[in-house]
């Protein structure tokens, strides 16, 4: 079974500038979430999609950030504009409704300079 | 807010040692799952514990869920070099269509 497929696997941008991280899930799962990591830190999440619905977007900044899930399958995430405390790595991870288990990507790392 | 608090949040042991890592909470789970995560990759799952009171092993790990589903342990025995990661611990919220909090982690250190 292939993997979480993450990209880029690192970007580095200047602040203000804007930038997009795409995720391809487990093929089958209708669950998938965004999280941010913080060097030092666990994983937060940011959003959580059903298909190609939000089911919790709490804890997203959505003056700055923004998530879609067209057709149920890949996701973007963009940051408009990025500021410096946006340096982090954004996991993408997918899971089965059935299932507790999460299955992450690789990450994306971005620098914010 | 649900907070999870791991510890310690280092650890350096030896080849060979025995070693504990905590997760507590104020707050109730539904779920608590264990990962392991290693420099530039994701966290990988290590195992889900659902029941209060529910102990599972795997290979040379132990893991615990408080009567409570409030806390959790990790215990390794005779701790490997391939041991060596960020151990994160996560509460469940909303059962298997929820989503995850996790702790800070624990950096694990096996030297040979």
């Known amino acids: 079974e292939a993997g979480v497929a993450q990209s880029p696997r690192y970007k580095i941008i200047e602040k203000r500038q804007s930038v997009a991280f795409w995720c391809n899930p487990i093929?089958?799962?209708?669950?998938l979430y965004w999280y941010q990591q913080i060097l030092g830190q666990g994983p937060k999440l940011l959003i959580q999609?059903?298909?190609?619905?939000?089911?919790?977007d709490s804890q997203l900044p959505k003056d700055r950030f923004s998530a879609e899930r067209l057709k149920g399958v890949d996701s973007t995430l963009k940051i408009q504009p990025a500021k410096l405390e946006d340096s982090a790595v954004y996991l993408c991870?997918?899971?089965?409704?059935?299932?507790?288990?999460?299955?992450f990507g690789s990450g994306t790392r971005l620098t914010v300079v | 807010t649900q907070l999870l608090e791991q510890s310690p949040q280092f650890l350096s042991i030896q080849e060979g040692e025995n070693l504990t890592v905590y997760c507590n909470s104020s707050s109730v789970f539904s779920s608590l799952q264990w990962y392991r995560q290693e420099p530039g990759e994701g966290p990988v799952l290590l195992v889900t514990?659902?029941?209060?009171?529910e102990v599972k092993k795997l290979k040379r790990l132990t893991f615990q869920f408080g009567d409570a589903r409030k806390d959790s342990s990790l215990h390794i025995t005779a701790a490997q070099p391939g041991d060596t990661g960020l151990y994160l611990c996560a509460g469940g919220r909303g059962g298997s269509q929820g989503n995850l909090i996790f702790g800070k982690g624990t950096k694990l250190s096996v030297k040979p």
């Open positions: 514990v659902v029941t209060g009171g």
């Open positions: 999609f059903q298909n190609n619905g939000v089911v919790d």
């Open positions: 991870a997918s899971s089965h409704s059935d299932s507790y288990g999460y299955t």
């Open positions: 093929s089958g799962h209708a669950t």
